[in-house]
C-alpha cells in the first residue's frame, strides 16, 4: 500500500460528520410562534431527553403552555431525563396536575423527585395519587437507602406459569399498555413465587404448539429487595441482562433492576466513594448552597487538624535533630511528599479490589505483600534518584563538598525506601481493617492515609537522620 493510500485511509477514519444540534432546533420550534399543533407534531420527532435538555431555557410562560400541550405522559419522560430540581417545575403545575404526572411516571423516578421536596409536599402529593402509584412508591420508600429494594422500578410484566405459548402472548399484549419494560417476562407459579424468566424473542419465535417450560429459564439471576448495595452491585453488573428481578425473603417478585438502574447505581456508588476519597461525608453538586458544602467537609477536616497537630508535635520532638543539621528541613517535603502519593496509589489500588466480595483471607494477604514489594522497589528506585541529585545539589549547588553531601543524600535516599514501603503497608492494611469491621474502606480517605503516612515520614526521616547523620556520622553544624 502506498503512502498516499495510507493517509487516505487515516483522514476517511478520523473525519467524522459533523452531528445535529438538536438543541438548537429545538429552541428554534419552541419559539417559532406557530399553532401548537404544528409544533406539537414537530416535537413528536425528538427524544425526551433532547427536549429536557432545553427546558431550564424556557420561561416559565413556555413551560405551562408546553404542559397542556404535551400531555402528561410525555411531560412525565421529559421530567425523567431532567438534571435539575424536578420539584420546582412540578410547583408550575398545581398538586393535581403535579400528583398526575408523577402517577405517569415509573415509580422508581417519582420516588426520586418526592425525596427531593419538603416531606409534608411530598405527603400530599402521594394521597392525590391512584391506590396503584402510592403503594408502588409506598413500597420503594419502605427499603432503606443502601438496600438495593430503594432502586428498582414496578414496570415489568409478570405471566403464569401453565400457560401456553398463545396465553402468554395474550397476557403480555394486556399488560404492555402499562408496562413497556417488555423485553423479558418473569413467570410466577401458583403460589407466587418466582420460577424463572423467559426472553421476548424466544417467546414471538416459539411455535404455539411448544410447551411454555421449554421457553423459560429457570436459573435466571436474581436479588433480594433487603440485600445491601454494595453486596450484590458486583453480582448485578456481571449480568448483561435488560433487568433483574427483586424478590422479597418468600421469593414473591416485588420489582426489578433494570439496566440503567445499574448504571445510576454504580455511578452513585463511585460518585459516594470519590467523596469519601476527598475528605467528604457526602458527594457536592454545583448548585449546592454554602452551609450544606460545609457541613460536608468540616467532619473530616477537624479530625485532619488534629491528626496535623499530632504530626506537629512529633517534628517538635525532633527539633534538636533540626537544630544540629538544619539543611535536612529543605527535603522534608519531598519525603512526606511521596509518602502520601505511595499510600494513596495502595489504597487505590486495595479499595478496588476489595469490592469483590468473594474474597478470601489468603488473597487479601497476597494483595498485602504485593503492595509492600511495589513500594519497595519503587522506594528504592527513587532513593537511588535521591542519592545522585541531591548529593550533587548539595556538593555543587550549596558548596558544601560530596562527601557531606552524599551522606545527607544516603540518608534522604533510604529514609525515602523506609517511608514509602511503610506507607504501601498501610494504604493497604487501613482500609482492609475498615473492611473488616464493616465499615466502608473508603472511609480510609486520600486525606486520611496521607495524614497518617505523614506521621510516618517524619518519624522515619528524622530518626534516620539522628541516627545516621548525626549519632553515627557525627556531621551536626
Known sequence: MGEFEEKKINTEQTDVPKKRDYEKELIAIIKSGEPPQV????????????????WEELTKEERIKFYQ??????????????EDDVSRYLEELGLENAADILESMDADDAVDILDEMEDEKSDRL????????????????????????????????????????????????????DNDNISTLYVIDENESFCGAIDLKDLIIARKYTALEDVITTSYPYVYAKESIDECIEDLKDYSEDSIPVLDNDKKILGVITAQDIVEVVDEEMGEDYAKLAGLTAEEDLNEPLLESMKKRIPWLAVLLVLGMIVSAVVGVFEQVVSQLTIVVCFQSLILGMAGNAGTQSLAVTIRVLMDENLTGGQKLRLMFKEMRVGAVNGFL???LSLV?????????????????????????????????????????????????????????????????????????????????????????
Not at 409544533?39 to 432545553?54: F, G, M, P, Q, T
Request: net charge negative; aromatic share 10%.
Open 126 to 177: 402521594i394521597q392525590l395519587m391512584d391506590a396503584e402509584s402510592r403503594h408502588d412508591i409506598n413500597l420503594i420508600q419502605s427499603y432503606e437507602d443502601d438496600e438495593i429494594g430503594s432502586k428498582m422500578t414496578t414496570n415489568f410484566i409478570v405471566i403464569r406459569r401453565g400457560l401456553t405459548i398463545p396465553g402468554a402472548m395474550k397476557e403480555l399484549v394486556a399488560q404492555a399498555a
Open 382 to 384: 527513587l532513593g537511588l
Open 69 to 82: 400541550l404535551l400531555g402528561n405522559e410525555t411531560i412525565s419522560e421529559i421530567f425523567t431525563y431532567l
Open 389 to 477: 541529585f541531591i548529593g550533587c545539589y548539595i556538593a555543587l549547588v550549596k558548596g558544601r563538598g560530596f562527601g557531606f553531601g552524599f551522606a545527607v543524600s544516603a540518608c534522604i535516599g533510604f529514609s525515602l525506601t523506609i517511608a514509602m514501603l511503610i506507607s504501601s503497608i498501610t494504604g493497604t492494611v487501613i482500609p482492609m481493617f475498615f473492611h473488616k469491621v464493616k465499615i466502608d474502606p473508603a472511609v480510609a480517605s486520600g486525606p486520611l492515609i496521607t495524614t497518617v503516612n505523614d506521621l510516618v515520614a517524619v518519624v522515619t526521616y528524622y530518626g534516620m537522620t539522628w541516627l545516621l547523620l548525626i549519632h553515627l556520622l557525627q556531621l551536626a553544624e
Open 39 to 54: 409544533i406539537r407534531k414537530k416535537l413528536e420527532d425528538y427524544h425526551e431527553n433532547d427536549i429536557a435538555s432545553v
